[in-house]
């Protein structure tokens, strides 16, 4: 047997197991005592803010704003819409602003149409919106819009601050839109000329006749609605 | 017995004589000096060494046994001969759990804390009651505190307090990954504290969600409180003294 074997096993394993006897039997002999609670779960503070047009949920991602667009869709409802007498057709279009506050916050938001362009049907003549609050979405109509107060902009307020618990609240808002079509006229005449001179004709009652004018509604350009929402000041989510 | 004689007899026999002199009786020592061709090729020494192992994890065993024995005997058997004894003891409950938060205003107890939600910056306080029983000559137990699933973002300080007066440590707080030691005189055979913990969450994420489909996000999951108390080997009789209201 080598040296070290010999020292291994004559000297090093008894040494070894009276240490291991010292510290089994020390640790042995300390009290202690303990207690365990049940499962604390308390909830992350959240915040929501939506817009929905025509089921579709626009979500704002980290409090930015959520938007829709109006365009093709709408275009072709004011193109087969009958013309009013001031030669003008009217859509309305309902969408709901959805918040959701919690950690004791608030939150308000502001609501923006962008302006469509003159060649569009949105757009034509002396085209409009008017965006203003309604009940619920069945009482977005074009009447309605006759005479509700429309939105002046700025601040819509929402859920008030320092209420515990989750806090949610759905807004029904409506957009009225007119457009005014272009008016094409056109009479029409016969001229010819005899041997004493060019005579016209005289235009009968049904030779004069005219016709609205849109752009192509299948082409229209989006317009966007824009919800930005705001955070009270006191609100640390 | 009869290797170690025939080990002695072969050196007697061939102190003054070369190897290759050795006849006779001498034949341990001879086999050692010239190998022979014999399938026996192992010396008689080669059965010794298979016992010693044996032996020595025999007598390791024994040897372990005994310090065992030892080292309870220590505890076991410290009695002063006509003092009376009396059994010293180390125990702990729980008690009632609350919870509050100054910043919203709003308290409650463990089964309304899932509807509570923390912001970014808030304090959850947790008031956590306790009953002991320390009771022990050269008794010196510490406190601590751990929850299981503490997230990163949560970080706490801790004192205990008995009867609205804070006592450990004597003013401010620490951390809740350090343990506290007792004070002596605190000791007693029924004691009443409440241990206090601030949790303070750090910003972490987006806490913006869909509206239309969710009122939540995950629970912040803090796990459960547990309250440990440790006897520590400090002060009289030990290799040093105990930090009262300190670290052991």
Known sequence: MSR?????????????????????????????????????????????????????????????????TIGAAEATVLFNSAVDSAGKVWTAVPFDVTMLTSSQCGMNYSLSVAKPSPASVLGSGSASQILFPVQDPSSCTVAAGANAPAYPGGTVTGIAPGVAGVQTQVDH????????????????????????????????????????VFPDPGLEPDVTITATPSKDSGCKL | ??????????????QSAAPEQVQGTSDLHARRSIPTASTDTKPRRGIKRSRRPGILVALSTVLMVASIAVTY???????????????????????????????????????????????????????????????????????????????????????????????????????????????HEMYSAESHWEIVIDLVVSPHGSHWVDPTTTSSAPPLKLGTLTVIAQQERCGDGFMGPCLTGGTP
């Open chain 1, 4 to 68: 070290v074997r010999y020292f291994v096993f004559s000297l090093g394993l008894p040494i070894i197991a009276v240490i291991l006897g010292l510290t089994s039997g020390s640790s042995y002999a300390l009290w202690s005592a303990q207690g365990t609670s049940e499962d604390l779960r308390p909830q992350h503070g959240v915040l929501g803010f939506a817009v929905t047009k025509d089921s579709v949920v626009h979500v704002s991602s980290s409090g930015g704003a959520a938007a829709f």
């Open chain 1, 173 to 212: 808002w409506c957009l009225v839109v007119s457009s005014q079509p272009y008016r094409y006229e056109n009479t029409a005449s016969a001229s010819g000329t005899s041997a004493s001179g060019s005579v016209w004709s005289t235009p009968g009652p049904n030779s004069a006749w005219w016709t609205f």
């Open chain 2, 1 to 14: 017995m009869a290797v170690l004689c025939r080990r002695a007899y072969a050196r007697t026999q061939n």
């Open chain 2, 73 to 183: 005997a220590l505890w076991s058997t410290h009695v002063t001969d006509g003092a009376i004894v009396t059994a010293g003891n180390l125990s702990m409950t729980l008690g009632d759990l609350r919870w509050e938060c100054t910043q919203q205003k709003e308290s409650g107890t463990a089964s309304t804390l899932p509807d509570f939600y923390l912001a970014p910056g808030n304090t959850l306080t947790i008031r956590q009651d306790i009953t002991t029983s320390l009771v022990g000559d050269n008794l010196s137990v510490a406190l601590s505190v751990e929850f299981s699933t503490l997230p990163d973002y949560v970080s706490g300080t801790w004192y205990v307090r008995q009867d609205g007066i804070q006592f450990l440590p004597k003013k401010g707080s620490v951390p809740i990954s350090q343990a506290l030691v007792i004070p």
